[in-house]
């Protein structure tokens, strides 16, 4: 007969696992949820990217839609409203002149050059108006009101300085993106928390430290959605330069080709123009700034929440 403390040694040895159970499982429930979560955030993921996908693309297809019922209702002359087919039509008598390549390669090239020297300008600035109170209280009403400006009304003083030149371009430009891009980092900058210039100050930061390394990362968000407003601002005053400033060594660009439709009364050659604006518009918004803006709200942990 087995004595007392052989049957203890197996009453432990078979209660032993029993009390491990509860552990195992939690921890088993724990790793199939966290794998449940993993399913459900890349599933919806992928349907956020096919929405991202299509959606647009059902909407340009409704209003070309409505377009072509409205022009074939016959409200208008087709010479005034030209349908999706004729703008089309003109759309490829224009690429095969080679005339759609040269307006798109001269605008982007000349937007592209204006908005980068933009932003070798304002970056300092807005950094240094976000940290002096007093340069920020002196200059910060006129910024504010050059970007309220519309960049047309530079037009006229541009070809008086510069004459009909790419220089009357750039300035124009420059004039249009520099102000929106000081504001947006200057919106930045405030909204960075004030420990971090603190503990920045007491680890023996300069100036300079503190603001390349610091004040400028914590302020991105604001500082991207000044150089999306700036690229918008840009785009739009090189257009408006374009179209009125024509002749000389100006070039023939995008807003010069919406400018010879207008000469011609060819409404197909200006829709061509509008719709190309667009499309470049369009594109540059979502292979240069949508993945930016996409990385850097991932990266704070703030992309479950937008609704891009």
């Known amino acids: 007969m087995p004595s007392n403390s052989t049957l203890e040694r197996d009453t432990v040895s078979t209660q032993a696992p029993g009390h491990a ?3 195992s499982s939690d921890a088993e429930l724990r790793t199939l949820e966290a794998g449940l979560d993993h399913l459900q955030s890349e599933t919806s993921r992928r349907r956020r990217d096919w929405t991202r996908a299509l959606l647009p693309i059902a909407a340009v297809v409704v209003l070309v839609l409505a377009w072509q019922l409205y022009v074939s209702l016959g409200l208008k002359r087709r010479d ?5 087919f004729d703008v089309l039509a003109s759309l490829a008598e224009l690429w095969a002149e080679g005339k759609v390549q040269e307006s798109v390669w001269t605008s982007l090239q000349r937007g592209l050059l204006g908005f980068a020297v933009s ?7 807005g950094l240094l108006l976000g940290q002096v109170r007093t340069l920020r209280r002196a200059f910060g009403p006129l910024i504010s009101g050059l970007q309220v400006l519309p960049s047309v009304a530079w037009v006229p003083a541009a070809i008086i300085w510069f004459g009909l030149t790419d220089a009357t371009v750039y300035f124009v430009v420059l004039m249009g993106a520099i102000p929106s891009i000081v504001n947006g980092l200057v919106s930045g900058i405030d909204q960075v928390p004030p420990q971090y210039r603190s503990v920045a100050k007491v680890l023996g930061a300069s100036r300079a430290e503190l603001a390349l390394q610091v004040i400028l990362p914590a302020s991105l968000p604001g500082y991207v959605a000044g150089l999306k407003q700036g690229w918008a601002f840009s785009w739009r005053s090189l257009m408006a330069a374009e179209i009125i400033a024509v002749g000389g060594t100006m070039g023939f660009g995008l807003g010069s080709l919406l400018d ?22 369009i594109l540059i918004e979502l292979a240069v700034f949508g993945p930016i803006e996409r990385r850097l709200l991932a990266r704070r942990g703030l992309l479950s929440g937008s609704t891009g």
């Open 21 to 23: 159970q509860p552990q």
């Open 80 to 84: 005034l409203v030209p349908g999706p």
């Open 119 to 125: 932003v070798v300008v304002a970056t300092p600035l």
């Open 260 to 281: 010879q439709g207008r000469t011609l009364s060819d409404m197909g050659v200006v829709m061509s123009a509008i719709l190309i604006i667009l499309f470049v518009g």
